[in-house]
């Protein structure tokens, strides 16, 4: 039977039981009146029924969706996509952070003349290129060539924040040999990775010197003196040659620029020529001949490459007395 023909029939029995008449509306006067517990019972009953009515007719709550807390904390991916921060698990080395700009010699010009043992100081002016400020834990180290006494490493004075310019020196002792020297020098930083100049930050700056004393610098060859030099053959003396930069990576082509110099002890016509000796065959400039006063005379040669290579090059003055200059060694990468 429906739910609500079994409620309607209690219902009215219970108002039938609760008023004492019978159907039809007859009072029966001889009925017993009921007790008030079996009205409460009627009436229980009655609230029940309802209430099973109601609750069949509710629909039931459905549960809330969870929130993906342990979903969204698990979501993570190692490597990062477009557009997101970077992940703290980068490696601390960042490309131009490092790098040196080369500002001036502020002392010690390339050539500069010594006595063998003579002390000096020389001094580059540095700017920061890098985006990292030079902490005083940043040191200046040697890195190739001839250290001339100096330390092999030695801590920055102060702060150089990105920028800003920076006088650095270094102590230095020439050779007891006569001859020409070259020293380069590189900076470190704080993690102890060496950086210095170019496009890549890892070229070093560089001394260079000469050193005079009773020994003539480069190597007489033998035979017979011209006209016009001087019994004992002494008319040329300091014959040397430098290099902007021995050691090379970058893209190519690249200009290795030479400086030359020789002292005449007296007015001389005078020969000479830049020779070099490298991993493949080079057109080199010819030779040149001038007539010159007594004095230190400076020579300069741009040779450029357009491939990768190694080798040496001297300053040979043939006349009026042959005598070459100390090789110096160049290597270039292309990258």
């Known amino acids: 039977m429906p739910l609500k023909k079994i409620l309607n029939f209690v219902l009215l029995s219970s108002l039938l039981v609760f008023s ?3 159907p039809g509306g007859q009072a029966e006067a001889t009925e017993t009146p009921l007790s008030p517990e079996a009205v409460f019972t009627a ?9 099973t009515e109601l609750i069949a007719s509710t629909p039931s709550p459905q549960p809330a969706t969870p929130t993906q807390t342990i979903a969204a904390a698990t979501v993570t991916s190692t490597v990062p996509s477009a557009g997101a921060a970077p992940s703290l698990t980068l490696p601390p080395a960042v490309p131009g952070a490092d790098k040196v700009e080369f500002v001036a ?10 006595s063998p043992g003579e002390k000096f100081t020389k001094t580059w002016r540095l700017m920061n290129a890098g985006t990292a400020t030079w902490t005083t834990a940043y040191t200046l180290v040697f890195f190739s060539g001839e250290q001339m006494g100096g330390a092999a490493s030695t801590a920055l004075p102060l702060e150089v924040p990105s920028g800003q310019t920076l006088d650095l020196s270094v102590q230095l002792t020439a050779p007891a040999q006569a001859g020409s020297y070259t ?15 170019g496009p890549n930050a890892d070229g070093p700056f560089y001394v260079q010197i000469n050193v005079s004393g009773t020994a003539a610098t480069g190597t007489p060859q033998t035979g017979t003196p011209s006209a016009s030099s ?6 040329v003396s ?14 190519c082509p690249y200009t290795f620029t030479f400086s030359g110099r020789f002292t005449l002890n007296k007015t001389a016509t005078v020969t000479y020529r830049l020779e070099a000796d490298t991993s493949f065959p080079i057109n080199l400039p010819g030779a040149t001949t001038t007539s010159l006063n007594a004095g230190t005379h400076e020579v300069t040669y741009t040779l450029e490459f357009s491939d990768s290579v ?18 110096v060694s160049i290597s270039l990468t292309c990258n």
Do not use: E
């Not at 010699?105 to 010594?114: A, E, K």
């Not at 001087?230 to 008319?235: F, K, L, V």
């Not at 300091?238 to 893209?251: F, I, M, R, S």
């Not at 080798?311 to 005598?323: C, E, F, I, K, S």
């Open 20 to 22: 004492g008449c019978k």
């Open 43 to 51: 009436a229980a009953l009655t609230a029940q029924v309802r209430m």
């Open 105 to 114: 010699d502020l002392t010690i010009p390339d050539g500069t003349v010594f």
């Open 183 to 197: 020293g380069y020098w590189i900076l470190r930083n704080a993690a102890g990775r060496n950086f210095g100049l």
């Open 230 to 235: 001087t019994p004992g053959g002494d008319t």
């Open 238 to 251: 300091g014959v040397t040659l430098g290099v902007d930069a021995a050691t090379v990576q970058q893209a």
């Open 310 to 327: 190694t080798g040496t090059a001297r300053l040979h003055v043939t006349a009026p007395q042959d005598v070459n200059s100390d090789p």
